[in-house]
């Protein structure tokens, strides 16, 4: 069965704190989403990484991907109150195509002054 | 100008009531979708239509019916509506044969009472 799993998921931290969040799926993928829910919101494309070894970054936020591992992960730099919201990791179950992403259950994260 | 977008944004509606969903697209997209959010926030794809042609229909009551009448438009219409159908329904759609993952719809809160 396909499995995503992310951990934590729920996450508290302060201001100025660094953090990572995992993300580890079951099935081989050469390709992962993330993306990002605020309360009541839609989901907002944060990166897509592409290729084993993909970093990306935006801000305080990192995101790396180890195909081999199965793993993908969320690093948090120095958090402000801003980045409080629900992180989501997707892929897709057919390789190769962004059809049919399967989600994780999301990491519900707050950033606390 | 939104790129996807769905009405109602909140629906609330007693039980055994039928009630349909729109979605429209601007974005050229050849491909739409429909997923559930429970109150867990967790999401499960419903449906996906690849120009107007259903591709993916998963394990969903068959209440629930889409309708694309074409690439721009998917539409859910929900017949029998029972308590546990109350979700966020949200719309999204993407590009076969690239890699941006999907745009989201700002998603419609289903109430059933």
């Known amino acids: 069965e396909l499995k995503v799993e992310q951990n934590p998921l729920f996450l508290s931290m302060q201001e100025g704190k660094n953090y990572t969040i995992y993300c580890n799926y079951s099935?081989?993928?050469?390709?992962l989403y993330w993306y990002r829910q605020d309360p009541g919101k839609s989901l907002e494309s944060l990166f897509v990484?592409?290729?084993?070894?993909a970093v990306k970054q935006e801000g305080r936020l990192m995101a790396s991907l180890d195909t081999k591992a199965r793993l993908s992960t969320l690093h948090i730099t120095a958090a402000v109150h801003d980045l409080s919201a629900t992180y989501f990791c997707?892929?897709?179950?057919?390789?190769?195509?962004?059809?049919?992403?399967?989600f994780g259950k999301g990491t519900l994260l707050t950033v606390n002054p | 100008d939104t790129a996807v977008s769905q009405t109602p944004k909140y629906l609330v509606t007693q039980m055994g009531n039928d009630k349909s969903i729109k979605c429209e697209q601007n974005?050229?997209?050849?491909?739409m979708y429909w997923y559930k959010q429970d109150s867990k926030k967790f999401l499960k794809i419903m449906f996906s239509y690849n120009n107007k042609e259903l591709i993916i229909n998963e394990t969903v009551p068959n209440r629930f019916s889409p309708k694309s009448p074409d690439k721009a438009h998917l539409n859910l219409h929900i017949n029998s509506l029972e308590l546990g159908d109350s979700a966020v329904y949200f719309c999204a759609s993407s590009q076969e044969g690239t890699d941006y993952g999907y745009t989201f719809g700002s998603g419609t809160r289903l109430t059933v009472v």
């Open positions: 974005l050229g997209h050849d491909t």
């Open positions: 990484l592409l290729s084993n070894g």
């Open positions: 997707a892929f897709p179950r057919s390789g190769g195509s962004n059809y049919k992403l399967t």
């Open positions: 099935t081989t993928s050469d390709r």
